[in-house]
């Protein structure tokens, strides 16, 4: 099974403060990564695919970078709504496997 | 517009089968390129993918719970459904289904989940 490891595990943040997450796969999964938002007791949204691609309606605030097995996902200003768990997963191969997630909470 | 409803029992004894149906609008599972998958997790945990059927009737399991999955569709009634055999406790999670898209390059993703049913596994 492929691995997903995302950093940090939890983060605190203030309004407007550009955040990254990373995510490391434990093979190289070329740019078969998605990202997705989770607030408690919501489904899952998806923000971007394939890396760096930006599902539509997503804030341009968001953004996605990588390949092989390092990715990040960067929020240039973070907004009140934007405080979520955020998921990686990769969609290269079975297992789809997701990561363990990263809790950002207001500072 | 794409919706998913996933329905099915909220309370299952240890050992019990578990059945859930996802009931889906907006799109039909015999076009090209399209699926829909199972997801789950745990409370205060974790996604963790189940399995994945496409239009074509391809079917995908997590190698880890496979012997006790197994994932089939009713074109006629725009219904997935997931049985899952011998539960436990450790089972306890809101379960998910999804809508799965492409994108060229093969690239693709779960756009559009139901908002979930939880399921407790408790005798």
């Known amino acids: 099974d492929i691995q997903m490891t995302q950093s940090p595990s939890s983060l605190s943040a203030s309004v407007g403060d550009r955040v990254i997450i990373t995510c490391r796969a434990s093979?190289?999964?070329?740019?078969?990564l998605n990202w997705f938002q989770q607030k408690p007791g919501k489904a899952p949204k998806l923000l971007i695919y394939a890396a760096s691609t930006l599902q539509s309606g997503v804030p341009s605030r968001f953004s996605g970078s990588g390949s092989g097995t390092d990715f990040t996902l960067t929020i240039s200003s973070l907004q009140p709504e934007d405080f979520a768990t955020y998921y990686c997963q990769q969609s290269y191969g079975t297992p789809y496997t997701f990561g363990q997630g990263a809790k950002l909470e207001i500072k | 517009q794409i919706t998913l409803k996933e329905s099915g029992p909220t309370l299952v004894k240890p050992t019990q089968t578990l059945t859930l149906t996802c009931t889906f609008s907006g799109f039909s599972l015999s076009t090209s390129g399209v699926g829909v998958g199972w997801i789950r997790q745990p409370p205060g945990k974790a996604l963790e993918w189940l399995a994945l059927?496409?239009?074509?009737?391809?079917?995908r399991y997590s190698p880890s719970l496979k012997s006790r999955l197994t994932i089939s569709k009713d074109t006629s009634k725009n219904q997935v459904v997931l049985t899952m055999t011998n539960m436990d406790p450790v089972d306890t999670g809101t379960y998910y289904c999804?809508?799965?898209?492409?994108?060229?390059?093969?690239?693709?993703?779960?756009?559009?989940w139901g908002r979930g049913i939880l399921v407790t596994v408790s005798s």
């Open positions: 093979q190289s999964i070329s740019n078969f």
């Open positions: 059927i496409y239009w074509d009737d391809d079917k």
């Open positions: 999804a809508h799965r898209d492409t994108a060229a390059g093969n690239y693709w993703y779960f756009d559009l």
